[in-house]
């Protein structure tokens, strides 16, 4: 059998360009201690913490292969991350690392909400759920129905244990946690809400929709013990009315909501400034201060007064109304009415410089400075600072995230010869990247580039411009050198000749131009030095419009592919057609020729590839590369292997030998612009519409081309699993709270191992079972004792020998965020075998947490054939009452725990109570002498007069 050919696999380097994803939102984390000065943004799937005060990026928190839709920080020094698949991701600032993945949603999770103490977490999605989790215990508590569409925000009202929802339906929802049933509902709006925020004290919900007004609702919670006889009453009655009913409907009227804990009035509206629909609503803890974010570049900024503060603004009010009534002829006196602008006072709004933002985020002091960053669609971040105390203009800028990354997507890129630095051109500048140090070393504003290109030594870079210009720039002074008038129109193409003392360039002007590189004084004679210019030699006109050229490597042929749909293969020398490549069936955007210039590779907007012989100009094979149009094909160096990316968003490795792809890598979210490979073929840079550059390194693994596609099939289907439809649990009754995992790959993993433990299991219990019979067996008949039964293989990795340690520990290694999935899957003889092994867990008195949860879960799910059934009657009876024994002892541990730590930390008060007391004694002390100090300096002095 003959030797596979070998290839070495490429794999995801670093991310450059990016300083916050426009899809992301941006959030001040706490961190060591400090506020303020830490921000959070989604940089496409990674999180990046940027240090505002110095401008820097502080560190990074890597994600997975989806982009990043929202992030919320929580008191805990912890992040959670929610992604365009549904999945949420909880972060532990401190240690970087990921503390569990949820994975409930089927489409881009859109909000996040912690509650008071960070301990749990709602988040709602583009599926129109909202899901609860556990973050102690890593699992899933709830899933909540009754919205219809995108869920905008959720929040909590902690002093009640109330969950707060809008959508994109029109309503706001307030869900009961401890029943998990949504008991009141908001119709009064008629727009999509697309954001609200809770104050502070919880006095207040203010919504934002489409419209250019605020609402503004009165939060009142009804206590029991304020209401009548009568009332009581009748709020039995209608609860017990809404038992009897199986389905509510969602749409019904806030006046039938009335009976239960609380009370939400519209009290009134703020009329906004701005025209555009609000995109985010901040609030600040501190200050009670909120801010009201639109599409464009103003953010406006409101505070909320206490009730004695608006009690005075509302009597300085009554008393100006009063005393214009008596200055009015007729003297008919007037009454003020306590309103919204009572106790709501606008501030100066802020300002971005850029023309649409896209996410802000708001902090505010205890002295009342307020920081306020601002993500803008150009890819940067603003911090402004103003003090919410002070009624004048404070608009500050006191940090700007510029020089890290591009304002638009870069367009073209280009290695040096000494695979050190990457050039990237885009709409409004062109930028030098070190590929070791990912730092950008230079900056040099120019035209809207198209194409650019390192001139030989590396020291200047030329740049192909949409006005048709060709701009050449000093890389080490970062300054342009010269602008040549190119072409009429948009250049396309510039492509460095092998000789390297010139370059072409192509234009939609229907030309191809020869340049030669020149070296001309600058300045008079006098001055010493010459700076780098072209000159045109030579032009070769077309039919048609030009939107790719190339040379061959061996400097005898010249490609030229146009709007025709065709390429033309031209001699060098003297400019005659010698080839005609037909075929494709949309133009070709880009093409190159191998090293050998033996094959010619072309990409087309009609999605194929196709490779030619320049012997002879035929196709050899024409490979249906993309699932959207090529944009970039390149060929590494001294190989017949090359690179295509796409519309798409993949990059792809090819054999133009067999024509076999080799490996796609994912990491783009959008279309992909441009390829660009190093000379020894061991880094490849590629730029796209999600503003990323990504490199990508060679690493010295093999690769083979049957495993590649097999983990491709594992990849597709566990994809499908993911996104199937939800399946029916047994045991959920309500339609509005329901399990909130979803069915993943993992979990069916999981499963199997859980299956394969049990076989291993059961075949364990029964061989000690039978030797200990053989044992008892052989002592009777005085014969030598059997030989022990040989342990499993499995049991050996785990760790143990005995039978129950070894399923315990089976499961403990299921993720809690996906046992219940895992239980879901088991078939009913695996059930059974399970709720018998859990009998003998109880016993050994370890992860009675652990068991009892897997224990209650599968009595719900599986309560008819389990009761149903005369093998499991009498496990169930035992387990009954070991379970509430061990259930109990765990409880009164925990119990006297708590209360020991209750102890020690009054204790622990009492001292620094002490202490302070003490302390202030002593500055009481030390201020009295030296009163008595200088009193007596004094008396000395007039004694000596």
């Known amino acids: 059998m003959g030797l596979t050919k070998q290839y070495l696999r490429y794999v995801p380097g670093s991310v450059l360009n990016v300083i916050a994803s426009a899809n992301s939102n941006v959030k001040f984390i706490k961190y060591d201690g400090q506020c303020g000065r830490f921000v959070a943004v989604g940089a496409c799937d990674n999180v990046y913490i940027w240090d505002t005060r110095k401008g820097e990026k502080f560190f990074e928190l890597p994600g997975s292969k989806h982009e990043v839709s929202i992030i919320e920080s929580s008191k805990n020094n912890t992040l959670a991350v929610g992604y365009t698949d549904g999945a949420i991701r909880i972060f532990d600032l401190k240690t970087c690392e990921c503390l569990v993945t949820f994975s409930g949603h089927k489409r881009e999770v859109t909000s996040l909400g912690f509650d008071e103490k960070g301990l749990r977490l709602a988040s709602g999605s583009k599926d129109t759920n909202v899901c609860v989790w556990d973050i102690v215990g890593e699992s899933g508590i709830v899933r909540l129905s009754g919205h219809k569409k995108r869920v905008s925000q959720v929040r909590w009202l902690n002093s009640g244990n109330i969950l707060v929802s809008s959508s994109d339906d029109m309503l706001v929802k307030f869900f009961d946690m401890a029943t998990n049933h949504c008991f009141k509902t908001l119709t009064s709006h008629r727009q999509e809400i697309l954001d609200f925020v809770i104050t502070f004290d919880e006095r207040y919900l203010i919504t934002g929709t489409k419209g250019s007004e605020l609402k503004v609702f009165k939060l009142t919670f009804v206590n029991d013990e304020e209401l009548t006889d009568e009332q009581k009453n009748e709020k039995k009655r209608r609860k017990l009315k809404r038992l009897e009913e199986e389905k509510k409907e969602d749409?019904?009227?806030?006046?039938?909501?009335?009976?239960?804990?609380?009370?939400?009035?519209?009290?009134?509206?703020?009329?906004?400034?701005?025209?555009?629909?609000?995109?985010?609503?901040?609030?600040?803890?501190?200050?009670?201060?909120?801010?009201?974010?639109?599409?464009?570049?103003?953010?406006?900024?409101?505070?909320?007064?206490?009730?004695?503060?608006?009690?005075?603004?509302?009597?300085?009010?009554?008393?100006?109304?009063?005393?214009?009534?008596?200055?009015?002829?007729?003297?008919?006196?007037?009454?003020?009415?306590?309103?919204?602008?009572?106790?709501?006072?606008?501030?100066?709004?802020?300002?971005?410089?850029?023309?649409?933002?896209?996410?802000?985020?708001?902090?505010?002091?205890?002295?009342?400075?307020?920081?306020?960053?601002?993500?803008?669609?150009?890819?940067?971040?603003?911090?402004?600072?103003?003090?919410?105390?002070?009624?004048?203009?404070?608009n500050g800028i006191e940090t700007r995230l510029l020089n890290q990354g591009h304002r638009t997507e870069a367009r073209s890129l280009a290695f040096s010869s000494d695979n050190i630095a990457v050039a990237s051109a885009s709409a409004e500048s062109v930028k030098i990247w070190g590929r070791a140090s990912l730092q950008c070393i230079r900056t040099m504003p120019c035209d809207h580039a198209s194409c650019i290109l390192f001139v030989p030594g590396d020291r200047h870079v030329l740049v192909g411009c949409k006005s048709g210009n060709i701009q050449i720039f000093d890389i080490a002074s970062g300054s342009l050198l010269d602008e040549v008038e190119a072409h009429s129109e948009e250049v396309k193409s510039l492509n460095l000749s092998p000789d390297q003392?010139?370059?072409?360039?192509?234009?939609?002007?229907?030309?191809?131009?020869?340049?030669?590189?020149?070296?001309?004084?600058?300045?008079?004679?006098?001055?010493?030095?010459?700076?780098?210019?072209?000159?045109?030699?030579?032009?070769?006109?077309?039919?048609?419009?030009?939107?790719?050229?190339?040379?061959?490597?061996?400097?005898?042929?010249?490609?030229?592919?146009?709007?025709?749909?065709?390429?033309?293969?031209?001699?060098?020398?003297?400019?005659?057609?010698?080839?005609?490549?037909?075929?494709?069936?949309?133009?070709?955007?880009?093409?190159?020729?191998?090293?050998?210039?033996?094959?010619?590779?072309?990409?087309?907007?009609?999605?194929?590839?196709?490779?030619?012989?320049?012997?002879?100009?035929?196709?050899?094979?024409?490979?249906?590369?993309?699932?959207?149009?090529?944009?970039?094909?390149?060929?590494?160096?001294?190989?017949?292997?090359?690179?295509?990316?796409?519309?798409?968003?993949?990059?792809?490795q090819w054999d133009a030998d067999n024509f076999e792809r080799i490996i796609t890598l994912d990491g783009h979210f959008g279309p992909i612009f441009s390829v660009a490979i190093t000379l020894d073929g061991k880094f490849v840079a590629t730029s796209g519409m999600d503003r990323s550059i990504r490199l990508w390194e060679r690493t010295n693994e093999p690769l083979v081309l049957e495993d590649e596609r097999e983990t491709e099939r594992e990849e597709a289907e566990e994809g499908a699993v993911a996104t199937e439809e939800g399946r029916i649990v047994p045991g959920d009754q309500s339609a509005e709270a329901t399990l909130p995992s979803k069915k993943t790959a993992e979990a069916e993993r999981a499963a199997e191992r859980l299956m394969e433990a049990l076989d291993v299991y059961d075949g364990a219990v029964k061989d000690w079972i039978e030797y200990k019979i053989q044992c008892k067996s052989a002592e009777r008949k005085k014969k030598p004792l059997p030989v022990q039964p040989q342990v499993h293989p499995l049991m050996l990795v785990y760790g143990t020998k005995e039978p129950n340690r070894f399923l315990l520990e089976s499961l403990r290694r299921i993720k809690s965020s996906e046992l219940e999935e895992a239980l879901l899957v088991l078939p009913m003889d695996y059930v059974t075998q399970l709720l018998i092994a859990l009998e003998k867990l109880l016993e050994d008195e370890v992860e009675v947490e652990l068991i009892s949860r897997i224990l209650f879960f599968l009595l719900r799910l599986h309560h008819g054939p389990v009761t149903g059934s005369p093998q499991l009657s009498e496990v169930i009876e035992k387990l009954k009452f070991k379970a509430e024994g061990k259930i109990n002892l765990l409880r009164d541990t925990i119990g006297f725990n708590m209360a020991a730590l209750e102890f020690l930390q009054r204790e622990i008060e009492e001292k620094e109570a002490t202490q302070l007391f003490l302390d202030a004694t002593l500055k009481a002390r030390d201020k009295r002498k030296k009163k008595n100090r200088k009193d007596l300096a004094i008396k000395r002095a007039v004694l000596s007069l």
Not at 292 to 317: M, N, V, Y
Not at 341 to 360: F, Q, V, Y
Not at 519 to 544: A, F, H, M, S, Y
Not at 587 to 615: A, C, F, H, Q, Y
Request: glycine content about 6%; hydrophobic content about 35%.
């Open 501 to 652: 003392r010139g370059f072409i360039s192509g234009s939609l002007d229907k030309t191809v131009r020869f340049w030669d590189f020149q070296l001309v004084k600058k300045g008079d004679e006098n001055t010493p030095g010459k700076v780098l210019t072209i000159n045109c030699r030579q032009t070769l006109t077309c039919d048609d419009a030009v939107l790719c050229a190339c040379f061959s490597p061996d400097h005898r042929l010249v490609a030229v592919s146009t709007s025709d749909f065709t390429v033309k293969i031209f001699f060098v020398d003297t400019l005659k057609l010698f080839l005609t490549l037909y075929g494709h069936k949309l133009p070709v955007v880009s093409m190159d020729i191998s090293s050998d210039s033996r094959l010619i590779i072309t990409g087309s907007e009609d999605r194929n590839v196709k490779i030619w012989g320049l012997d002879f100009g035929d196709c050899h094979k024409s490979l249906f590369a993309h699932d959207d149009g090529i944009t970039s094909v390149h060929f590494v160096a001294k190989t017949h292997m090359f690179f295509s990316v796409g519309k798409d968003g993949k990059l792809k």
């Open 251 to 394: 749409d019904e009227d806030e006046a039938d909501d009335e009976e239960d804990i609380l009370k939400c009035n519209l009290i009134g509206t703020i009329l906004r400034q701005q025209s555009s629909h609000v995109q985010n609503l901040l609030l600040s803890p501190i200050g009670s201060v909120f801010a009201c974010q639109g599409k464009d570049s103003t953010i406006e900024c409101f505070r909320l007064l206490d009730p004695e503060e608006a009690q005075k603004r509302f009597a300085k009010r009554q008393k100006k109304v009063a005393k214009r009534a008596r200055e009015t002829e007729d003297g008919m006196p007037e009454t003020a009415i306590p309103g919204i602008s009572d106790e709501i006072i606008r501030l100066p709004s802020i300002t971005a410089t850029g023309k649409k933002t896209k996410s802000a985020d708001l902090h505010v002091e205890p002295n009342g400075d307020a920081k306020l960053v601002i993500l803008l669609a150009t890819n940067s971040l603003e911090v402004h600072g103003f003090n919410i105390y002070k009624k004048e203009n404070q």
